[in-house]
T-cell receptor
Framework: GDSVTQMEGPVTLSEEAFLTINCTYT??????LFWYVQYPGEGLQLLLK?????DKGSNKGFEATYRKETTSFHLEKGSVQVSDSAVYFC??????????????FGKGTLLTVNP | NAGVTQTPKFQVLKTGQSMTLQCAQD?????MYWYRQDPGMGLRLIYY???????DKGEVPNGYNVSRLNKREFSLRLESAAPSQTSVYFC???????????FGSGTRLTVV
């Protein structure tokens, strides 16, 4: 079945540091890929997405590129802020079409940014 | 701008008690989902409803039942709560296509 593996945390950085959170996936066909963010005490929010190979999703300074050759979708940000402290989830939906849009999540990576 | 609304936000149950978690969305989405979130486990799908009138089991359905009451509402019922069901429960909805999910703010359930 489909699966998502992301780097285990926690990740602790200083403000303005460079962030990378690795994510790799296993899926048949051509899945769509997502990053979600969960701030403390809240539900998950869609951060960015990419629906086909070589697409780059971006939002709020975060970027991720859909790499089919390496089955990866790593999340990056050039300069993190304290307000980026949250749990980040990589996820995919099958690309087989139809009405199957079930999301499969990675286990999440806790990011803490210190001032 | 409500999106997905879950009630209650917090609940404490005794072992063996029953309760229903409510979820409603106002985005006219066809599909709705129930997930549980546990430390170190990520989010696991309990049940989902691809469209009004249909429901299907997810990864961890045991001990739960669901009802898709109409297009807006999707409830999750615990018939006889167990401590292993202590978790944070999230409802989500989506539309066909690659638009991702919209999540509710969660229900924190403790079973003692």
């Amino acid at each position: 079945g489909d699966s998502v593996t992301q780097m285990e945390g926690p990740v602790t950085l200083s403000e303005e540091a460079f962030l990378t959170i690795n994510c790799t996936y296993t899926a048949t066909g051509y899945p769509s890929l997502f990053w979600y963010v969960q701030y403390p005490g809240e539900g998950l929010q869609l951060l960015l997405k990419a629906t086909k190979a070589d697409d780059k999703g971006s939002n709020k300074g975060f970027e991720a590129t859909y790499r089919k050759e390496t089955t990866s979708f790593h999340l990056e940000k050039g300069s993190v802020q304290v307000s980026d402290s949250a749990v980040y989830f990589c996820a995919l939906t099958p690309g087989s079409g139809g009405s199957n849009y079930k999301l499969t999540f990675g286990k999440g990576t806790l990011l803490t940014v210190n001032p | 701008n409500a999106g997905v609304t879950q009630t209650p936000k917090f609940q404490v149950l005794k072992t063996g008690q029953s309760m229903t978690l409510q979820c409603a969305q106002d985005m006219n989405h066809n599909s709705m989902y129930w997930y549980r979130q546990d430390p170190g486990m990520g989010l696991r799908l309990i049940y989902y409803s691809a469209s009004e009138g249909t429901t299907d089991k997810g990864e961890v359905p045991n001990g739960y039942n669901v009802s898709r009451l109409n297009k807006r509402e999707f409830s999750l019922r615990l018939e006889s709560a167990a401590p292993s069901q202590t978790s944070v429960y999230f409802c989500a909805s989506s539309e066909a296509g690659d638009y991702g999910y919209t999540f509710g703010s969660g229900t924190r359930l403790t079973v003692v």
